[in-house]
């Protein structure tokens, strides 16, 4: 209802409709896109202290969408004096203990510590990624879509926050690897791309392999998730093992960055205590 108002120009209402949730917590944790709205509106309406609270509010529960996390970044960086060091150290400042304690427990549930067989796809830009020419230490980022799932393409947003996370990150590389769809099409993932502004050169569409003698597209997809056809699917690989498996998008564009990036530094840090 807030997204509604808001986006019709009554953004007085707006307010008014999320602010009748009186405790902080609860208000923030509905959903990333009500966050947003309410944010836009006490700014449409001059009340910029407020919304930073509200942006600091959608930051402690995690539900925070590209934009809101963009206007936060902006309100940091034009800060004076900053109210931390760094702007990590200002977003992980917000967040609620709550929200890190289910962070934590989710991303414990999805470890793994499997072998896989090792692949090569080829990519939208006609070259071919393959397994064997990760180095050691490198952390692969896997995430399976279609062009026809919604909540694949809904979680896109928040996969290319954690690809923004760790662009200057030569050792952490991210692939979206277009499974379950029409064999040879180039033309939908470039669709989807075009349509959400986002560039292959910095997320690269790969193409999941057939099965020799079939035309079904998921191949590489059925060796590391068995017993399921359900996307979207993650699995972060390093060292020639699959380390992290998960399926399914909760909807927060910001959580799942906060996901991708717990993983990732889980396996970045190990052997290092």
């Not at 405790?23 to 709205?37: F, I, L, M, T």
């Not at 934009?67 to 760094?86: C, E, F, G, I, V």
Request: aromatic share 10%; with cysteine.
């Amino acid at each position: 209802e807030t997204e509604i108002l808001q986006r019709s120009g009554r953004n007085g209402d707006a307010v008014n409709c999320l602010n009748r949730i009186t405790d902080p917590q609860v208000r923030y944790n509905q959903y990333p896109q009500g966050n947003e709205a309410y944010v836009k509106a006490l700014v449409a309406l001059g009340r910029n202290d407020e919304a930073v609270k509200g942006m600091e509010g959608a930051a402690s529960t995690g539900l925070m969408t590209k934009n809101l996390t963009a206007m936060l970044r902006s309100h940091y960086d034009n800060a004076n004096p900053k109210p931390a060091a760094t702007w990590d150290a200002y977003l992980n400042s917000l967040k609620s203990p709550a929200y890190l304690e289910n962070l934590k427990a989710d991303v414990m549930r999805g470890m793994v510590d499997e072998p896989y067989m090792p692949w090569t796809m080829k990519s939208i830009k006609d070259t071919e990624v393959s397994s064997a020419s990760f180095g050691k230490d490198d952390i692969i980022v896997l995430d399976f879509w279609a062009t026809w799932c919604a909540p694949c393409i809904a979680a896109l947003e928040g996969m290319q926050m954690a690809v923004n996370k760790y662009k200057n990150d030569p050792h952490v590389h991210f692939y979206f690897v277009d499974t379950q769809d029409v064999p040879g099409d180039k033309q939908g993932p470039t669709r989807v791309w075009k349509r959400k502004g986002y560039s292959f050169d910095d997320m690269l569409v790969l193409f999941d392999n057939a099965t020799p003698g079939k035309k079904d597209m998921n191949l590489v997809y059925k060796t590391m998730f068995h017993g399921t056809s359900g996307i979207p699917q993650k699995a972060i690989l390093k060292n020639g093992r699959l380390r992290y498996r998960a399926e399914g998008y909760g909807g927060s564009p910001s959580g799942l960055e906060d996901e991708i990036a717990a993983v990732i530094e889980i396996l970045r840090n190990e052997g290092q205590q």
